[in-house]
């Protein structure tokens, strides 16, 4: 019988920059599948700080990022990415648009995070198992 393999993603919040204070309260959440999770709330701070971690369950592809009234954006992740696999958090930098008007000088909130994927008892290699290419592509 083939192990079941554990599959999981964690993902710290670490720090935002350039965010217009009036803009403020700041906040992040995250969305995996099903799973969501929270940070803090900031106010009234152009460089938030949050180092928060939050540890999703499964595989999949697609990590969403909302500042909850100011914008969103979608993270593709390629989970066979090895430094993404590789047992140390990968540091991503994510612009997030923030809606304000007109959009073409809507300010964006520069978003840094860590990710990991983890992999546990995979005995066997998935014969679909597309190349490594990109670690993400923002969307």
Same mark, same amino acid.
């Given at each position: ?30 969305? #995996? ?26 595989? #999949? ?18 989970? #066979? #990415? ?58």
């Amino acid at each position: 019988a083939m192990k079941r393999v554990k599959k999981s993603l964690t993902v710290t919040v670490v720090e935002g920059r350039d965010l217009p204070v009036r803009q403020a309260p700041c906040q992040v959440k995250l969305q #995996y599948k099903d799973d969501k999770a929270e940070t803090m709330v900031v106010r009234n701070v152009p460089d938030p700080l949050w180092n928060e971690q939050f540890t999703f369950r499964g595989a #999949y592809s697609v990590l969403m990022i909302e500042i909850p009234g100011q914008g969103e954006t979608r993270l593709e992740l390629d989970l #066979y #990415y090895e430094p993404l696999v590789g047992g140390r958090p990968v540091a991503l930098w994510i612009q997030v648009p923030l809606s304000t008007t007109p959009v073409e000088q809507s300010p964006r909130l520069h978003l840094r995070l860590q990710a990991e994927f983890h992999r546990y008892n995979s005995m066997h290699v998935d014969p679909d198992r597309p190349a490594p290419s990109r670690l993400l592509v923002q969307q």
